[in-house]
Structure formats: structure tokens, C-alpha cells
């Protein structure tokens, strides 16, 4: 007879029962597994999606978040407030890794993407519940996106991007949720301008940098009214010699990414010197090198020279000489803003410079003071392909959350010129698919139309949230709502944010970019699909202890800079996910 078998461990390996156990899993190895792993995904899921629910909408609530070294963040922007809180919980990780997804990609609906895949998440709940087979629900979900996708298309249409009005409609349509709305007309005169200055055509397609090309300098002082467009570059920086000239008109600009002082050795580097004339000869030979480089640059005639390194005291003396004002230490990103600016191109060798790399595209150099700091201004520039927003305002604080939503402003008229196509906002999109899926979920047989009609009961958590934020009857409004989309009239009709009453999008004129539509439902989708998959989690921790033990690998990946993501200022802090909401 065959030996006595059983299942022992984690493992659900079959030893037979007078040996071992055979353990695979280190011992303080946690595992969820089954209904309970997906269950607790959907939890963190809804926490998630419950931070930020307040902040959709014109009548949005901002959030404060401190950190422990005393910094702020006052937003409600989605993706601002999820990157400063650190969670523990992996399906929570992955929801905040969908709104930064959405902010590189198109730059809005980062709010909007988390609340709608916590709501598909949660009302799959109840088909775990009746035992349904996730791979059940993740194809309904599937096929619904398919339709969704193809309602959209229908109510799409297209706008002439060379209309500044239709545009602007649009920008004003995105931030009349954020803090800069106060300032309309200014924010969205700057963020159209700055997109259309970085446009260009490469190789027969469009490519607007507004990352690299576009640069936000803040000015704490003065009122946020004295915000203005830069027609080129305007860096922190001052001459490097008091007797260089600090205005310039249509000046010749060289643009170098070397040092102009002498080569220093590698290492220690040590010389013998047997006479006394011998030391002379050395530095008459540095002196030589120095002046031989800066007459490399000054025989082109240049009045500006900015370098990303160092200029040494004697090059500086050649250049007061030759009447040549130099900048030294600048950022390589303001280098490359520089060279689109005004035509110049960076270089490597002094020596090989040609006539063609001098930039004659720039119409003014100046330096102006502004507060306690000098600033210099290179502008005036002829079709420049880079820009600089200067922003005033009372504190860093306002300053920051303004910048956020020009950032989002700019991504939104990028989208425009980028696919020039339009679908109605406050949430009337989200309520023509909702019932677009209703009525073809009744022509689908078998169990796959529950999850597929569930889609579009989560798609309404837009209208309803936008309805709950402005104090609204939310059950009555959406009812009303329901019922005039209806028979697939009425698609454009939606949610007045304001005042919490129905509105004709048309006639509001609150339209969103197809492009950012697309993304927050193709998003939402696919994620809540991916982790309705899961049906294990295991998390190995292994840590160090004290009198022994082997060493724990070290996380290769560096420590990321939250906060503003320009200059990392601020350090993420811990926020539980076991409570449901902030608010």
C-alpha cells in the first residue's frame, strides 16, 4: 500500500506524513490569498478614492498636508495631495500610480481618474460575494470599456485650434475647479500663449514641450496681477564681473558646456621644480592656455557668453577687455531653453567654434532687479521655441498651488492642438455611456451582463460626487438626470458644479478634451481590471534583528523626492489608510 500522504505549509506540497514538512516561505512571510486579498484591494481601493472625493469640482475643498520637516502643501489637485502621503498597502500604491500616470500623460483629470476606479472596484464587491470568477467580471468590464469608448466617439466633435475663443472656452473649463480661477482671464491668456510659443513641427508632426521648454519662475512679492509672459529666458543669475555690461541691445550670444579656466589634474598631481624661473614658466603657461581659449570665443565678435561651469578670475579680465559680458553656472535645462530662444547652439570646445552657432535671435539682454535678487532677462527673441511665466504673488503657498494649475491648464490647451476634438464636461459624458451600457447590457446573455452593467453605475459616481461637493439633493438630481438621457436624448446635459442644478453643457460652455476623457476612463478600467485579478498577495519582510541574522537586501531604488516636483522640496510623510476619509 502506498504510503500515508499530507498537505502541509504554504506551500500545498503533498510530503508523505512520517517526514518533514518541506516550508518554502521564509517564516515571517504574510499571505493573503482568495477573497480575502481581493476584498482587502478593494478596501484600499475606496480609501484611496475617499481622500480625494472632495476635491472634484468647481466647488472643490482644498487639502492641507504637513510634513515632518514643517513644509506645506495646500492643493486639490489629485496628483499633488496623493504623491505627498506614503502608504503601506500595495493596491493602494497602485491607485496613486494611476494619477501620476495621468498627469504625465495629458496633465488633468488626475481627480477623477482615482474616484472612478475606486467606484468600479467597489461595486464589483458584491459579485465576489455571489462567488462570480474575476475573470468573469474583468471581461464584462472589458467589453464595456470597447462600447464606452465608441460613445465617445459619438458625441466628439471637432474645434479649429487657431480660434483663441473655442481654446480659451476650454482652459477656462479647467480651471474653473482649481484655486486660479479668480484670475481667469490672465491664467488662461498665459497658458495659450506658452504653449503656442513652444509649438513646432518635427518631421511632419507636432511636439509641444512644456515640460523642458516652458519654465514657471516664482517671485514671492507684488500681486499675482503682475503675472506676465516671457518672450524668452529669464534665469537667477548676475554678471560675473561688475564692470560687464547689464543691458544689451540684439546682442550675439555664445552658448558653452565647458569651463573657461585651466585644466585641473584628475587626481593629486605633483611637480618638481628645480629653478626658481620655473614657476613662472608654469603659470605663464596657465595664463597662456586662458588666453588662448578666451580669444577662441572673443574673434567672433560676441557680446553675451553663458557656460554651464566655472569661469576663473583671469578669463573674466580678457572678456572686460574685449567688452563681452559673461554668465557662468547655468542649469543645462536653461542652456537648452537659451538655445531655442535665440538661435544659438551649445558647444563643447572653444576652439571649435563656427559663425553659425552665435544666436542673433534675441532682441534684449538685461538685468533688472526684482525683491532682494537680480534677475537676467534675455527676451524680445524672434519666433522662440522656448518660454519663462513669471509668477508674483503674497506667498510661496499661493505661488505653488497657482503653478499647479497653470501646469494643468497648459496640459489641457496642449491636448487641444495635439487632437482637436471636444466632448461635454460635468459629467455628462459619464452619464450618456452609463446609459448607452444600460440599454445594450439587456441584448448580452448570461452572467456577463451584471459586471458589464455595473460599469455604467460606476461611471455615475461623477455626476453624484460633483452633486454632493456643491450641497446639492444628490438622489433627486440624478434621477432628474437619468431620466433626461433617457431614450439617448439630451447626451449633452450635465451637472452645473456650482450650483448643483442641471445644466445644457452646450449653453454653459464647459467642454473637456476628448484626449483627457479617453485616458481617465481607458485608466480606470484597465487598472480596476488588474486588480480585480489578484487573488494572492504575499509580502516578504525580511529585516535585520538585533544579535544575528543575515543583512536585508538594500532597496535599489533611491529614496523619491516628493513634493514639488521641480525642486523636491518636501519629504513624504505616513498617512494610514485604515480610516475611509479625510475630510
Given at each position: 500500500l502506498p504510503p500515508p500522504w499530507q498537505v502541509v505549509g504554504c506551500t500545498g506540497m503533498q510530503v508523505p506524513a512520517n517526514t518533514t514538512p518541506v516550508l518554502v516561505l521564509t517564516q515571517n512571510t504574510k499571505r493573503e490569498t482568495g477573497r480575502k486579498a481581493q476584498l482587502g484591494n478593494i478596501q484600499a481601493a475606496k480609501a484611496v478614492a475617499d481622500i480625494i472625493r472632495t476635491t472634484l469640482g468647481p466647488r472643490a475643498m482644498l487639502k492641507m498636508l504637513l510634513d515632518p520637516m514643517g513644509g506645506i502643501v495646500l492643493t486639490n489637485d489629485g496628483n499633488s495631495i496623493l504623491r505627498e502621503i506614503d502608504v503601506n498597502h500595495p493596491a493602494a500604491k497602485s491607485m496613486i500610480e494611476l494619477s501620476r500616470t495621468q498627469e504625465e500623460e495629458v496633465g488633468d483629470g488626475t481627480t477623477s481618474v482615482i474616484i472612478l476606479a475606486g467606484e468600479l472596484l467597489?461595486?464589483?464587491?458584491?459579485?465576489?460575494?455571489?462567488?462570480?470568477?474575476?475573470?468573469?467580471?474583468?471581461?464584462?468590464?472589458?467589453?464595456?470599456?470597447?462600447?464606452?469608448?465608441?460613445?465617445?466617439?459619438?458625441?466628439?466633435?471637432?474645434?479649429?485650434?487657431?480660434?483663441?475663443?473655442?481654446?480659451?472656452?476650454?482652459?477656462?473649463?479647467?480651471?474653473?475647479?482649481?484655486?486660479?480661477?479668480?484670475?481667469?482671464?490672465?491664467?488662461?491668456?498665459?497658458?495659450?500663449?506658452?504653449?503656442?510659443?513652444?509649438?513646432?513641427?518635427?518631421?511632419?508632426?507636432?511636439?509641444?514641450?512644456?515640460?523642458?521648454?516652458?519654465?514657471?519662475?516664482?517671485?514671492?512679492?507684488?500681486?499675482?496681477?503682475?503675472?506676465?509672459?516671457?518672450?524668452?529666458?529669464?534665469?537667477?543669475?548676475?554678471?560675473?564681473?561688475?564692470?560687464?555690461?547689464?543691458?544689451?541691445?540684439?546682442?550675439?550670444?555664445?552658448?558653452?558646456?565647458?569651463?573657461?579656466?585651466?585644466?585641473?589634474?584628475?587626481?593629486?598631481?605633483?611637480?618638481?621644480?628645480?629653478?626658481?624661473?620655473?614657476?613662472?614658466?608654469?603659470?605663464?603657461?596657465?595664463?597662456?592656455?586662458?588666453?588662448?581659449?578666451?580669444?577662441?570665443?572673443?574673434?567672433?565678435?560676441?557680446?553675451?557668453?553663458?557656460?554651464?561651469?566655472?569661469?576663473?578670475?583671469?578669463?573674466?579680465?580678457?572678456?572686460?577687455?574685449?567688452?563681452?559680458?559673461?554668465?557662468?553656472?547655468?542649469?543645462?535645462?536653461?542652456?537648452?531653453?537659451?538655445?531655442?530662444?535665440?538661435?544659438?547652439?551649445?558647444?563643447?570646445?572653444?576652439?571649435?567654434?563656427?559663425?553659425?552657432?552665435?544666436?542673433?535671435?534675441?532682441?534684449?539682454?538685461?538685468?533688472?532687479?526684482?525683491?532682494?535678487?537680480?534677475?537676467?532677462?534675455?527676451?524680445?527673441?524672434?519666433?522662440?521655441?522656448?518660454?519663462?511665466?513669471l509668477l508674483r504673488g503674497a506667498s510661496k503657498d499661493v505661488l505653488n498651488e497657482v503653478e499647479r494649475n497653470l501646469q494643468d491648464a497648459m496640459g489641457v490647451a496642449r491636448n487641444?492642438?495635439?487632437?482637436?476634438?471636444?466632448?461635454?464636461?460635468?459629467?455628462?459624458?459619464?452619464?450618456?455611456?452609463?446609459?448607452a451600457l444600460l440599454d445594450n447590457s439587456k441584448a448580452i446573455e448570461g452572467e456577463l451582463q451584471y459586471p458589464y452593467r455595473a460599469v455604467g453605475q460606476a461611471l455615475e459616481v461623477i455626476p453624484r460626487t460633483l452633486l454632493q461637493n456643491c450641497g446639492s439633493n444628490v438622489i433627486r438630481t440624478l434621477t432628474a438626470l437619468r431620466a433626461k438621457h433617457a431614450g439617448g436624448a439630451n447626451m449633452t446635459w450635465g451637472v452645473n458644479g456650482n450650483s448643483g442644478e442641471l445644466a445644457d453643457m452646450k449653453e454653459l460652455g464647459v467642454w473637456e478634451p476628448f484626449m483627457v476623457k479617453m485616458q481617465t476612463i481607458k485608466t480606470s478600467i484597465e487598472a480596476s481590471c488588474m486588480l480585480l485579478r489578484i487573488d494572492e498577495i504575499v509580502s516578504g519582510m525580511s529585516k535585520k534583528e538585533k544579535g544575528g541574522g543575515t543583512q536585508a537586501p538594500q532597496d535599489s531604488e533611491e529614496q523619491e523626492a516628493f513634493g514639488d516636483a521641480r525642486d523636491g522640496q518636501f519629504v513624504p510623510f505616513d498617512l494610514s489608510l485604515q480610516t475611509t476619509s479625510l475630510d
Open positions: 467597489a461595486v464589483a464587491e458584491p459579485f465576489f460575494e455571489r462567488h462570480m470568477h474575476p475573470t468573469i467580471i474583468v471581461e464584462g468590464y472589458r467589453k464595456a470599456l470597447a462600447d464606452a469608448i465608441a460613445t465617445c466617439d459619438k458625441l466628439a466633435f471637432e474645434i479649429d485650434v487657431n480660434n483663441k475663443e473655442q481654446i480659451g472656452t476650454i482652459i477656462r473649463s479647467c480651471l474653473g475647479t482649481k484655486f486660479a480661477s479668480r484670475w481667469m482671464d490672465m491664467m488662461v491668456g498665459l497658458s495659450d500663449e506658452a504653449v503656442r510659443t513652444v509649438r513646432r513641427e518635427v518631421n511632419g508632426r507636432v511636439e509641444i514641450d512644456i515640460k523642458r521648454m516652458i519654465r514657471i519662475e516664482k517671485v514671492p512679492g507684488g500681486a499675482l496681477e503682475q503675472s506676465r509672459i516671457i518672450r524668452g529666458v529669464m534665469l537667477n543669475k548676475d554678471v560675473t564681473h561688475p564692470k560687464m555690461r547689464r543691458s544689451i541691445e540684439k546682442p550675439r550670444i555664445i552658448l558653452l558646456d565647458c569651463p573657461l579656466e585651466y585644466k585641473k589634474g584628475e587626481s593629486q598631481t605633483n611637480v618638481e621644480i628645480t629653478q626658481e624661473e620655473d614657476f613662472a614658466l608654469l603659470l605663464k603657461q596657465e595664463e597662456e592656455y586662458i588666453e588662448k581659449m578666451c580669444q577662441d570665443i572673443i574673434k567672433f565678435k560676441p557680446d553675451l557668453v553663458f557656460t554651464e561651469k566655472g569661469v576663473s578670475d583671469l578669463a573674466q579680465h580678457f572678456f572686460v577687455k574685449a567688452n563681452v559680458t559673461v554668465l557662468r553656472r547655468l542649469r543645462k535645462t536653461d542652456n537648452t531653453r537659451l538655445a531655442r530662444a535665440c538661435g544659438a547652439t551649445i558647444v563643447s570646445r572653444p576652439e571649435e567654434l563656427n559663425e553659425t552657432d552665435v544666436g542673433t535671435g534675441a532682441g534684449l539682454f538685461e538685468i533688472r532687479k526684482i525683491g532682494d535678487e537680480y534677475f537676467t532677462f534675455v527676451e524680445e527673441c524672434k519666433d522662440p521655441k522656448a518660454c519663462t511665466i487641444v492642438i495635439m487632437d482637436p476634438r471636444l466632448v461635454p464636461g460635468g459629467g455628462a459624458v459619464e452619464m450618456a455611456v452609463a446609459h
